[in-house]
């Protein structure tokens, strides 16, 4: 059979409700068959079945703790999507590491005896005979599940009790109201009522496990964070200072000062020049040793030379430092040598040298203005670094402060007991009618999966409508069969 | 002749439902009421010790009788080979059908003498109905019960001559045997078979001829291309769906398109009375 002619059949014998209909007519028996075998092994089942007693707590759940946690101390946080965090934290709940704490808490046996039905000594021959292959069926389940069945030792009997376990548990999870209602299932309602309070126990430990475990994730990331910034504004600093050697606060107050007694020179010279520089002795003919503004020149250079001396070796001839200094001392030599009693003289020479004086001096605060506000700026820019990486150094160690004293003090609270574990006294009603009811439906259904199983894969002529769909022949006439 | 009419008077017996043996003998006799489909289904037949071995074929015909389902959808088969040979609208001559199943038992000798029959009911019509099988004890006991006699139809094929018989109360539907005693391969592989079936058609109107099981021999293979029209008798619920297809294949290779299919056997669920009657006839 290929392919398109399944397809086909699956087509037209399934499109049709005649068709439908006449497949189940047909294996009516099938049918039959699977709705009494299915009835009757319900039947069996729920005739054994142990009396169940049910227990419940109910968890408050806190979702928020971990937003809490971060925004509490101002820091921006990943939004959290509380929705999932309620469904792990519910997945939990039944997780593997949750029950084995339960069942070695308990001990394995303890767990296990909620598989047996207690009641089967007082079964007739009947039910003592299902209960026994229920039993043996229950065996094979366990030896699928665990097929180390010749690993006899405690971790196989943990694994049993777990699997036994689970299936006896039950959460139910409101996110609405944060709450997971724990239900647990047993024949002994003192035991049920252990392996609620075990169970939750043993969430309570795991969440604050889990808590802690994140917590040394997120504040190491965070603290990771913090010394990387540090470390890059300080990369940045020291890169800015290496390229630019000679921005500094004293450079720039030596620049003015040149700027200012540029300018003061310039300002000497007009007022000489405007008083036609013979009338007016603006400078002294011969250098006055005695006089206090030669005397501060003197010193002024004399410093400027120590200067030079300290500030040679350190940077070099070519740094602004030393070109500075040394433009410095040129400027008091210039000025000392203002007072030339050759220039004195002569007064047209003395105008002539003013006048060339003036211009050269308009030059040099022109450029030294220059100089001076770029070295504003980029002393503005260090600054700016600077500031950067202060801040990105406290911010650091505010955080390992902080860090520090939260370890301290920090209680995470996940859950709370919002209702404490109970056991019904009256056994929690299994409806068994409805068992039946349900398994006898479903065994009818597999049957009419079944029956039409068997239809579609029909090889055999059934009426008028194969012949028509498969080989589009006319069918002129159907014979009833007599 | 008389003496084998007489004969067969005095061993078995055709009675109506209502009325006696007697009237409904001399009714046939005469050929008034009844048809030859209603002597054969309606009657009581009783058949003669030596022909017991085709004691299932009668009671079969006789509970077609009283299946009105079954005379219906008989009916119903017979129209639609009456219209399509209508809509044909051939110059002259008869038809030629082929009744055929694919590997025996589907009911194919039950059907063609039904239709057969079935058209032999229109009175003004000539109606042969040749058994492709050429079962000799069959048309004994045909014979016998239906009081056939031969007539002057002589058909030449070969060397071998093909007779017929019929009943003088229906004289327009014939019975064909060939004189000598040929099996099917060796009557239907003759190179003269169609100066054989021309003469067929010029003599009846509707020739129903009965072939061997199409994918069990060959002797159908020498006759797809020559008539008229061919119908695969297939049984519901029993025949597989691959021989049809294979029986299609076949006939394309002959030369022939399969004119119809007839489903025999139809099997219906009960809810079937009540509806969805249509989804299975």
Known sequence: MTYDVLRTR?????????????????????????????????????????????????????????????????????????????????????????????????????????????????YGTARRFVSDVKEKISRLVSYLEHPSILDRGQEYEIQKAVTSLRKRLRVAADQNSNT????????????????????IDAYLNRLGGVADQWRETVLGSRTRFWVRREKRALDKLEEYQRDNPGVSKSAKNLLFQEVWQYQLRKSEITRALSAGGVSVPALPTTPVVEDSDIQWLLQEKLRYEKELIRVLPLYGENSDQVRNIKGSIDLLDQKLRGIDPDVMADPVDRVAVL??????????????????SELEDKLKTLEDLEEEY?????????????NALDRDDSEFVAAQVLERPRVQWTPYQTYPYRQVFYASLGSLGFGMVMALLFEILSGKVRFKNDIVTEFEVPVVGVIPRK | MADY??????EFQVTG??????????????????????????????????????????????????DSQLFEQVHRLRDSVILSTVRERKPSGGTTIALTGLRGGEGTSFLSLLLGLSLGECSHRRVAILDGRFDAARFLALSDVLGLSQNAVKLQKGDTEVNGYYSPMHPNVCFLRSASAERSEQFFSDKRLGVFLGGLRQKFDFSVVELPPL?????????????????????SAKTRLADVQRAIETARDAGRKISGVILNKQRTPLWSKFFWREFFY
Not at chain 1, 391 to 400: G, I, V
Not at chain 2, 52 to 61: G, N, S
Request: contains cysteine; aromatic residues 8%; hydrophobic residues 35%.
């Open chain 1, 10 to 122: 699956l087509i037209s014998r399934l499109s049709s409700l005649p068709e439908v209909l006449f497949s189940f007519t047909k294996h009516w028996l099938i049918l039959t068959v699977c709705l009494i075998v299915g009835a009757t092994v319900t039947v069996a089942k729920v005739s054994t079945d142990s009396v169940i007693y049910e227990g419940t707590a109910v968890l408050l759940l806190d979702t928020d703790e971990q937003d809490n946690y971060e925004q509490g101390k101002g820091r921006p946080v990943r939004e959290r999507n509380a929705k999932t965090v309620f469904a792990s934290r519910a997945r939990m709940l039944t997780s593997d590491p949750v029950l084995r704490k339960i069942v070695e808490d308990l001990e394995p046996r303890y767990v296990l005896l909620q598989d047996e039905n207690p009641e089967k000594e007082g």
């Open chain 1, 180 to 199: 997971l209602a724990l239900h647990v299932y047993g024949n002994d309602r003192a035991r049920v009522r252990r392996e609620l309070d075990y169970w």
């Open chain 1, 355 to 372: 006048k060339d004086n003036l211009q050269r001096v308009g030059t040099t605060v022109a450029t030294t203005m220059k100089l001076y």
């Open chain 1, 390 to 402: 202060k801040r990105a150094r406290e911010a650091r160690q505010e955080y390992e402060l902080w």
């Open chain 2, 5 to 10: 009419l007489e004969k067969t008077d005095a």
């Open chain 2, 17 to 66: 439902g209502e009325r006696d043996s007697g009237q409904q003998t001399d009714l046939i006799r005469r050929g008034e009421g009844l048809s030859l489909l209603d002597c054969v289904t309606q009657g009581v037949l009783q058949l003669p010790k030596e022909h017991r071995a085709q004691k299932a074929f009668f009671r079969f015909l006789h509970r077609a009788g009283t």
């Open chain 2, 215 to 235: 994918l069990q021999d060959t002797a159908c293979l020498y006759m797809l291309p020559q008539v008229d029209r061919i119908y695969l008798v297939l049984e």
